[in-house]
């Protein structure tokens, strides 16, 4: 989706399933860990607690208007759930 290319295994190295399910995983998950880094680099203002696959957490209270902008980081659109608690669970 950004431009990235991807090395696929040989036919010597992997079954011609194997490279199937490969060129069409390749692009979605590292679609989505492109979409993450851009979401991190438009939160770097803010307090990042932890990262956890496609979660990222907050310490303090901050306004859903802020992070709302974070669905259109990308070409598609990305629902973004926010949820307020009092501790980690």
Same mark, same amino acid.
């Given at each position: @989706?950004?431009?990235?290319? +991807?090395?696929?295994?040989? /036919? #010597?190295?992997?079954?011609?399933?194997?490279? @199937?399910?490969?060129?069409?995983?390749? =692009?979605?998950? #590292?679609?989505? *860990?492109?979409?993450? /880094?851009?979401? +991190?680099?438009?939160?770097?203002?803010?307090?990042? *607690?932890?990262?956890?696959?496609?979660?990222? +957490?907050?310490?303090?209270?901050?306004?859903?208007?802020?992070?709302?902008? +974070?669905?259109?980081?990308?070409?598609?659109?990305? =629902?973004?759930?926010?949820?307020?608690?009092?501790?980690?669970?």
């Amino acid at each position: @989706m950004f431009g990235r290319y +991807l090395r696929l295994p040989d /036919e #010597g190295e992997d079954s011609p399933d194997g490279i @199937m399910r490969k060129a069409v995983n390749y =692009p979605i998950q #590292g679609s989505a *860990a492109e979409i993450l /880094e851009l979401a +991190l680099i438009d939160c770097k203002d803010l307090d990042i *607690a932890l990262q956890v696959h496609d979660q990222l +957490l907050f310490d303090g209270y901050i306004p859903k208007e802020r992070l709302k902008r +974070l669905e259109d980081v990308s070409p598609i659109h990305v =629902p973004v759930d926010i949820n307020y608690e009092e501790r980690w669970e």
